[in-house]
């Protein structure tokens, strides 16, 4: 259903989608592939309150060309998909002479980036991979002894070599290293980070399966997965004191959609029974009580904080939420909806924004 206020709140994120469908693949199964590869040390917490740790995501743009198709808009799906860096994918983006395959390649991606270190997974078609090396080569890497690409001094940014067409540079000449480990590429600005992902040692979650089955589960089971995102540490995600602790250990965010019918899926995992169940309560309360204060801009404007609105007021809606599984629990809670007059999923929209701008206090705890 289309709501002001979340598009409000979403104003400014960016926004990007690709192509082309596998047949026989589960909802989840690109999602699990790419978040089960990369290295375990991004789904971490912060260390500190002023480190904010990686920011993931994950999008799949040959789900999207099937679930929304749209002829008619240019340069569809790009336009659908959440990229947390949109340099180098924007259309018209000639990736074929500098990595080897096209955009039109790339059946789902995930980026993960925190200060200097920036990591990179793109899923292709398992027949576009043989020509990666020798284009790289002509774009100006150079091959390692251990069987992988190198640009640039780890973490290096050279402006001088910015380029727009280039997705993993990230607008600032980033540096990079990229290895093939069949249908995957996998890409950082550090080399040890690349190795780790390239032996599969230390990768993904161990309550990361557990959870995209209880998000399965939960989400309207005609709906395909487009976008997906971690939670940051819970005490990011309130700028002031939040209403009660819930201490999840890995959160994530998923936006579905077919056709015009949307649906936002929120999944965090405990590492009990009992704390996801009291967790549940203090949703299902909060949801309705708690004002979802933007404490930052009160300190600016002298308003109430609490006078910001419920979730409940900001999205119309009850959640559906519930909790499954023992050790680890996962808890799950579902918002339904229309896509908007953008053709986006406004309560996805609105939840990244509240998260963006520390607003989501009622998942938080205090900082």
Do not use: C
Not at 68 to 74: G, V
Not at 138 to 159: C, N, Q, V
Not at 191 to 201: E, H, I, N, S, V
Not at 292 to 320: C, I, M, V
Request: net charge negative; no cysteine.
């Amino acid at each position: 259903m289309p709501l002001s206020l979340a598009k409000a709140l979403a104003a400014g994120l960016a926004f990007a989608a690709l192509a082309s469908p596998v047949a026989g693949q589960g909802r989840m199964d690109h999602l699990a592939q790419l978040f089960g590869a990369l290295p375990g040390q991004v789904f971490q917490p912060a260390l500190t309150t002023d480190a904010r740790g990686y920011s993931v995501s994950f999008a799949d743009p040959a789900t999207a060309s099937v679930a929304l198709p749209d002829p008619t808009a240019d340069d569809w799906p790009w336009p659908r998909l959440v990229l947390s860096s949109p340099y180098g994918y924007a259309a018209g983006a000639d990736w074929l002479p500098r990595l080897g395959y096209a955009r039109a390649d790339l059946l789902a991606l995930a980026t993960a980036d925190a200060g200097d270190r920036s990591i990179a997974l793109h899923l292709l078609a398992t027949d576009k991979t043989a020509a990666i090396g020798p284009a790289l080569l002509a774009s100006g890497y150079a091959a390692a002894p251990e069987g992988y690409w190198t640009r640039g001094a780890d973490d290096s940014i050279s402006l001088a070599a910015r380029d727009p067409q280039d997705p993993f540079g990230r607008g600032i000449g980033k540096a990079s290293r990229i290895a093939v480990a069949g249908d995957l590429v996998l890409q950082s600005s550090g080399t040890d980070t690349l190795l780790r992902m390239r032996a599969g040692t230390d990768t993904g979650h161990p309550y990361l399966a557990a959870l995209l089955a209880a998000m399965d589960t939960a989400a309207p089971a005609d709906l395909a997965v487009l976008n997906a995102m971690t939670l940051p540490d819970a005490r990011l995600l309130s700028a002031g004191p939040a209403a009660r602790p819930v201490p999840w250990r890995l959160g994530v965010l998923a936006d579905l959609a077919a056709g015009d019918r949307t649906a936002t899926v929120l999944a965090l995992a405990f590492d009990s029974r009992g704390a996801a169940d009291q967790a549940a309560l203090w949703l299902a309360d909060g949801w309705a009580t708690t004002p979802q204060a933007d404490a930052l801009g009160a300190l600016l404007t002298g308003a109430d904080p609490t006078a910001a609105p419920t979730l409940r007021t900001a999205f119309a809606q009850e959640p559906q939420v519930a909790v499954t599984g023992a050790a680890p629990a996962i808890l799950t809670l579902v918002l339904t909806g229309t896509a908007d007059e953008d053709g986006r999923n406004a309560e996805y929209r609105a939840l990244t924004g509240l998260m963006m701008t520390a607003r989501l206090s009622l998942f938080g705890t205090a900082p």
